[in-house]
């Protein structure tokens, strides 16, 4: 199988990941993202996918599209415009996402907690060595899948895969043994063990979802440790930009209450104030209007905890953060 490299999802990565399938290549994986109107409209005419997948309708680009309708219609072009053979798969939990992909096709296929969908989640088990465990039925026929790593979107992305290996004939045991090879990309939720530390680099790109299900993350694989977060600005998101600050800022001092809480960048700065008034200790919140400037004051970490999480928009550049981090460490384990 063969899967588009790093974030080759545009009008130019996309044509170039169809290029380098080889003819060994039995299948191929393809990821399209959008930045206006129109752009996975252009992507499904290049490539005419065998099968499309929405996987989920979230807040990203939010000031970019115009409002969460224009994303709504964005991603769902997916559908609108795939060749009329392509199998499709919607996330099932979506009601808004679900009803609008029922008027666009007549054949769907579906995946999500909900007990309607062809492939749904029964139960899930975090397991203490960062791993989960997922029982899942899958058209019918009940499956026990385990996930190299621990996440609280895992599951969805689990049963978004197990749905179309099912449609694609894939026999069950390659799709179990993928899973469990998993490894997470930098910037994704990826943690290096080092001496001295737990350090979870999720520093690619940031979305109210992404934060809050990382934050849940956290807390359920690492309920004991002290904790240090970093955050920067989520950035392109419009009229909604005072709004998801101020909740991550809320998150922050009621629901992951870290021993230091260091944010970065202009709209950050609602977020440090914010956590203040939810709940944090003053003297635990630091603020710096980049990561030069935070890289500068050489704080010593190990006074806070021994897990530093990173999160925030990718022109914020938080993953400098994350390589002086490791660089300074004896020895580390990825």
Known sequence: TFC???????EIGVPLSLLDIQEEN????????????GDITLLNNIALPNYVACLNVGSSHYGVFGGQEQIYRSKLEIISSAPKSSLCIVNHDDQVLYERAQKLTKEIYTFGVNKKAHVHLKNTTWNQDNTMTLVMNVFGKEQTIKLSHAHQKYPYNALAVTCLAHLANIDHKHLLKGLLNFTPP??????????????????YN??????????ISLKKSFPLKKKIVILGDLLELGTKTIQVHTKIGKMCGELIKPSLLITVGKH????????AKSGLQQKNILHF???DSLLKENLIFSRYGSLIYTKGSHAIGLEKMVR?????????VS
Do not use: C, M, W
């Open 268 to 275: 950050a700065k609602i977020i440090a104030d914010t956590a």
């Open 324 to 332: 002086v981090l490791l660089d300074a460490s004896p020895t580390k």
């Open 289 to 291: 209007p980049n990561v």
């Open 26 to 37: 039995n299948y191929g994986v393809l990821e399209f993202g959008a930045r206006k109107p």
């Open 206 to 215: 940031a979305s109210i979802e992404s934060v809050e299900s990382g934050f």
């Open 4 to 10: 588009s490299p790093g974030n080759f999802n545009n």
């Open 186 to 203: 930098p910037g994704r939720f990826h943690l290096h063990q080092t001496t001295d530390f737990t350090v979870i680099d999720d520093s």
